[in-house]
């Protein structure tokens, strides 16, 4: 089917946009693919240092080019549970790279820090940054031209977008992305929801808040919630990047593994060595990235995504724009209730049908651009899939079911959730922002009251510990964006508005910060940008200040008149805290250049 010509005009729109850009970058694209790389053309001493470590039949054949050589690049780390399973996979990738006549080698590492750990942390200061800073050091990796195609591993926040970056600026290389899949299901994630809010109001003590959480969080793979990594797996699938079923399959298991060597020998099959050379700057296009934002809408994923989709988009010279977003928001239903949008995990919701379900139903009413390159082939169908171990061991594919196995968290298209996607864009006199709406009751859509003014998360919490958080308001955090302190996650203040949103009061939280993809049940307009470092209109918010959060009209006002005359408020703050300490005056350069949230919030692209 074709796509519906509403998605066929914006992505007609996006194209149009982009066209110099895109086609630059193709120009670069084409050049790099023509000119490398050729091994046999390197000097000895080159070729010598990149090949040391190898077997005399690989130096043999890699000082020939006459089998390709496929780069690995990986954030393996054993801290982290996301990235754990990864310290197998360079074994298994060489082991099915041997038996399809090629070589690899791990070209590099990046680093992969986890939002979990350094949620309200100093830390967290750096978690945004670093995705830029993953993209560079691929970039490192990929440097010394040695290689024919490259596997990215990866799964969480920052890190697939990073990847997806270095993949798209090395675009001229096949790039195929390996996931590690999502740890078994523990604690549910409402039960832990709940003890949070019982620590949080002093009912529980530590080691009971302890105990949930590691409960929760027990195992090798990622957190089994619909934050920002498993929305990562869903657009590497529905964007062409992963094979067909890659993403929610658990670790350690016999499928995992054959999806790992079978991804690594389609890497090998795409080089230009083939007859299928798939480079990534040319298989990723605007229809690709429309594909990403209509698989976010119909999810109900990561708010993190308005800023990693945009930035991912211009690495391949594509201009997406919150617009853009909005608009198909409009237009594409919520088909999946995971938590926080729902009861379920995501273990669930790859029981109940997946992505290859996903996939079918929204090409079926034309919402996906089908006539994309993958690096499967050719056309999104193909992941329209139910997938399986085969009888021999290898991965087994048949047509996605036409029913989901569980209809209450994952839906048909002619029967969604909801008729518009779980993400809106606002826009008013404080500038624009982000809210994420599938997890908010309709009740909670617009609401309006006075603000109250905190400049750190931290100030939040002691005024709640403190009793002073009474009546209705809208909690106003800012100098918490990227020039200011690196744009950390608030994720913190979900639990304690929670639990006065429990209570009968209405709450919402205004803020040019983040709040991920495990926001939930508390209206929360985000990423505002301008952001208050860079003068925007919400340092200008006064105590009392009535404030308007509208999911429905898609506005946030300050409802004053004289808003765009007030000097900044106040007028300088100390933001001496958030430079050093954790590695923050590493940064320090990324604070200064970083871009406004609705470009990517990036220091490669302004």
């Known amino acids: 089917m074709s796509a519906d010509s509403r998605v066929a005009a914006i992505t007609a729109r996006i194209v149009e946009r982009s066209k110099p850009q895109r086609e630059a970058y193709l120009a670069r694209v084409r050049s790099a693919s023509a000119n490398g790389p050729h091994r046999s053309v390197l000097g000895c001493g080159n070729l010598a240092h990149g090949f040391a470590v190898c077997s005399p039949a690989e130096k043999t054949a890699l000082a020939g080019d006459r089998v390709p050589n496929l780069g690995i690049i990986t954030s393996y780390n054993d801290m982290l549970s996301a990235h754990q399973p990864f310290e197998t996979y360079p074994a298994l990738i060489r082991e099915a790279a041997r038996e399809a006549g090629g070589v690899a080698q791990v070209a590099g590492g990046v680093p992969a820090m986890c939002d ?56 001229h290389l096949p790039a195929v992305f390996i996931p590690a899949g999502p740890m078994t299901s523990g604690l549910p994630n409402d039960e832990k929801a709940r003890v949070r809010q019982l620590f949080a109001e002093g009912k529980v003590g530590r080691d009971e808040l302890l105990e949930a959480e590691s409960k929760s969080y027990h195992g090798p793979g990622t957190c089994t919630f619909y934050g920002t990594a498993n929305s990562n797996q869903m657009l590497m699938e529905i964007m062409g990047f992963h094979l067909p079923g890659a993403s929610f399959i658990n670790p350690g298991t016999p499928l995992r593994d054959a999806l790992t060597k079978e991804a690594a020998k389609r890497a090998l099959a795409i080089t230009a060595m083939g007859n299928e050379f798939t480079p990534a700057g040319e298989m990723i296009d ?172 931290a100030e939040l919490n002691a005024a709640f510990k403190a009793g002073k958080l009474e009546g209705d308001f809208v909690a106003v955090v800012r100098f918490q964006g990227p020039k200011a302190n690196g744009m950390p996650e608030l994720h913190k203040l979900t639990t304690v508005l929670g639990i006065l949103q429990d209570r009968g009061q209405k709450v919402a939280i205004l803020t040019d910060g983040r709040m991920s993809g495990a926001s939930g049940k508390v209206p929360a307009a985000i990423h505002v940008t301008p952001e208050a470092k860079d003068g925007g209109p919400i340092a200008r918010i006064q105590e009392g200040d009535i404030v308007r959060i509208d999911a429905v009209a898609g506005t946030i006002e300050v409802l004053v008149e004289d808003i765009a005359l007030r000097t900044r408020v106040p007028a300088h703050i100390d933001l001496s805290d958030n430079e050093f300490g954790m590695g923050r005056e590493l940064f320090a350069p990324f604070r200064r250049i970083a871009g406004t949230a609705d470009h990517g919030a990036s220091v490669l692209f302004q």
């Open 116 to 171: 979990g750990v350094t949620q309200g942390q100093p830390g967290m200061e750096l978690s945004l940054f670093s995705r830029d800073l993953i993209a560079m050091a691929a970039g490192v990796g990929l440097s010394h031209n040695m290689f024919d195609s490259a596997v990215y591993l990866g799964v969480c926040d920052k890190i697939v977008p990073g990847l997806v970056i270095a993949a798209l600026t090395f675009g």
């Open 286 to 457: 605007e229809r690709s990235i429309v594909n990403g934002v209509v698989g976010l809408h119909a999810t109900g994923g990561s708010t993190n995504h308005t800023m990693h989709l945009v930035a991912m988009a211009r690495a391949a010279g594509i201009l997406l724009t919150w617009q853009d977003i909005s608009e198909l928001s409009d237009i594409v239903p919520l088909l999946a209730r995971v938590y926080p949008n729902g009861l379920a995990d995501v273990n669930h919701f790859h029981a109940a049908g997946g992505m290859g379900f996903l996939i079918s139903q929204l090409l079926k009413n034309g919402l996906l651009h089908d006539d994309v390159r993958t690096v499967f082939g050719q056309g999104l169908n193909a992941y329209a899939i139910d997938i399986k171990l085969g009888a021999n061991g290898g991965v087994h594919r048949e047509p996605a079911p036409q029913q989901s196995a569980d209809p209450k968290v994952l839906a048909t298209i002619d029967q969604p959730f909801q008729h518009t996607g779980g993400l809106k864009m606002l826009a008013g006199n404080l500038g624009k922002a982000v809210i994420k709406i599938s997890a908010v009751k309709p009740e909670r859509h617009v609401i309006e009251a006075p603000a109250k003014i905190f400049h750190d998360q």
